[in-house]
């Protein structure tokens, strides 16, 4: 659905923000793109989504690509349903309105992520979760193959991290190709199948979650000692990635 041929960034000539990543997103796959503040990952989607012209290489985007930036404001108090009937904006002639076709697609987009009944409520008055949930809706009405988030989890509480992670789990699991970025090497771990570390400019890995995201690779991604912890939950094995902060 997505492929990113060896491409690199620099803001100026010579200067790498990285180069040479290699990674295809597929259908039914989700792709979690991990590493410190300042080392390109939002870059990087910005590339894959097309917002950006990489310095090198190249970008093919094979199906429509929807995108949940990290930060998000609105100037005017648009009612929830309006905010993600804006997502059907490629399907809409210039100069017309939303049909019924697009408010159905809104209406669907909405029930998926479990808000119906927040339609009419304004959406400044949402809670950060809430708000979270409707962006990924508004990427959903667009009637994308692949879904492109920017940390979609890194400002909400627990409950919230734990919702939004399992509705992208799902999406994936239905068929979409999901990239995000996170600063949660659990969430990767649990929900990614397939992981990107940001080391250095020209130390790109691109690799399956459950083999590429370990203590010495994730240690040397963010300076400081990793350890992952293995524990019986139900008689489901799991595994949990904890740090020393002193």
Not at 78 to 107: F, L, Q
Not at 180 to 205: C, K
């Amino acid at each position: 659905m997505l492929d990113l041929d060896r491409i690199g960034f620099a803001f100026q000539p010579g200067r790498w923000l990285f180069r040479g990543v290699s990674l295809t997103v597929r259908g039914g796959q989700m792709t979690a793109v991990l590493g410190p503040n300042g080392r390109g990952k939002t870059t990087l989607l910005r590339c894959a989504m097309g917002l950006l012209r990489p310095t090198e290489g190249e970008v093919h985007r094979h199906s429509p690509v929807g995108y949940v930036a990290q930060a998000h404001s609105v100037g005017f108090s648009y009612r929830v349903i309006d905010m993600i009937t804006m997502g059907r904006v490629r399907h809409i002639r210039p100069y017309s309105t939303p049909g019924r076709r697009d408010h159905a697609a809104a209406e669907a987009a909405l029930r998926r992520v479990g808000l119906s009944e927040l339609a009419d409520r304004p959406y400044p008055q949402l809670s950060g979760g809430e708000r979270q949930l409707v962006l990924i809706a508004r990427a959903l009405a667009s009637d994308s193959d692949v879904l492109i988030l920017d940390e979609p989890a890194s400002a909400l509480d627990l409950r919230n991290q734990a919702r939004v992670l399992a509705l992208l789990r799902e999406l994936a699991d239905g068929g979409m190709g999901i990239l995000l970025t996170t600063h949660h090497p659990n969430h990767a771990l649990h929900v990614a199948d397939q992981a990107v570390l940001m080391l250095e400019a020209e130390d790109v890995r691109v690799g399956p979650a459950a083999s590429l995201l370990t203590d010495q690779a994730l240690g040397q991604l963010y300076g400081v000692p990793v350890r992952t912890v293995h524990y019986d939950d139900d008689g489901v094995p799991r595994s949990v990635l904890t740090t020393r902060y002193s």
